[in-house]
C-alpha cells in the first residue's frame, strides 16, 4: 500500500500526558499537512509543510501543539499537556506541489481520546 | 461565517434517487475538491475542480466560479454511496484547504 499512512490508529491518554503521532505521505509528495476534525465538523487545519519546511500554522494551535518534517519525508505531530478538548481525529494529507491543483491524499487519521 | 457552506447537511435518499449536494465559498480559491468520507474516518478525493464540469462513474461534480458555487451529484444512488460528502476549497494562494462541514448521505434500499 503506497497511500498516506498514519500511526497509530487510536491513542487513549491522560489529560496532561504528551501525545506523538505520525504520518507518513506518499513518498513523491513533498506538501504535508494535519488537520482536525471533530464529530460533525469538516476537517480544521492546523499546519502545513513544504518539504521540511513548515510554511503554515494556524493561528488557532496553541503553543502545546508541535510538528516537524525532519527530512521532507514522514511528520510528527506532538501535544503536550493534552486536555480533554484536544480528543478528535487527527488527519494527515499530502499533495504534490508540481502542479498548483495536484489532488489532496488522505491518511485513515489517528482517534485521540483524552481522558 | 465559514469559508465554505454545504447543503443540506443530512439528506436521505431512496436508492434510485438522483441526489445533489450544493458547495458555496466566499474566498478565493485555485480549485474545489469534493471528498467523501466514511464511518471509521477515511477520506477519499473525488473529485478535483477549476473550472467547469467533471464526470466519474455516477458521479457529477460541476463549479461555477463567478457565482462561487459547486454541486456535486449522484445518478441512480446505491445503499454504499452512503457517506459524508464534504466540499474543500484551496485557498488562491494555494497553502490552506479551507473545508465545509459535510452533508451525510443515506441512501435507503
Known amino acids: 500500500d503506497t497511500g498516506v499512512s498514519q500511526d497509530p490508529r487510536h491513542k487513549i491518554t491522560k489529560r496532561g500526558q504528551n501525545v506523538t503521532f505520525r504520518c507518513d505521505p506518499i513518498?513523491?509528495?513533498?506538501?504535508l499537512y494535519w488537520y482536525r476534525q471533530t464529530l460533525g465538523q469538516g476537517p480544521e487545519f492546523l499546519t502545513y509543510?513544504?518539504?521540511?519546511?513548515?510554511?503554515?500554522k494556524s493561528r488557532l494551535l496553541s503553543d502545546r501543539f508541535s510538528a516537524e518534517r525532519p527530512k521532507g519525508s514522514f511528520s510528527t505531530l506532538e501535544i503536550q499537556r493534552t486536555e480533554q478538548g484536544d480528543s478528535a481525529m487527527y488527519l494527515c494529507?499530502?499533495?504534490?506541489?508540481?502542479?498548483?491543483?495536484?489532488?489532496?491524499?488522505f491518511g485513515s487519521g489517528t482517534q485521540l481520546s483524552v481522558l | 461565517k465559514n469559508e465554505v457552506e454545504q447543503s443540506p447537511q443530512n439528506l436521505t435518499a431512496q436508492e434510485g434517487e438522483f441526489i445533489t449536494i450544493n458547495c458555496s465559498y466566499s474566498v478565493g480559491i485555485s480549485a474545489l475538491h469534493w471528498l467523501q468520507q466514511h464511518p471509521g474516518g477515511g477520506i477519499v478525493s473525488l473529485f478535483m475542480?477549476?473550472?467547469g464540469k467533471k464526470k466519474h462513474g455516477r458521479l457529477i461534480a460541476t463549479i461555477n466560479i463567478q457565482e462561487k458555487h459547486s454541486s456535486l451529484h449522484i445518478t441512480a444512488s446505491h445503499p454504499r454511496d452512503s457517506a459524508v460528502y464534504i466540499c474543500a476549497v484551496r485557498s488562491g494562494t494555494g497553502n490552506q484547504f479551507y473545508f465545509g462541514t459535510g452533508t451525510s448521505l443515506t441512501v435507503i434500499p
Open positions: 475542480l477549476s473550472s
Open positions: 509543510f513544504q518539504n521540511e519546511a513548515q510554511l503554515e
Open positions: 513518498s513523491e509528495h513533498n506538501r
Open positions: 494529507a499530502s499533495s504534490a506541489a508540481r502542479r498548483q491543483n495536484e489532488k489532496l491524499f
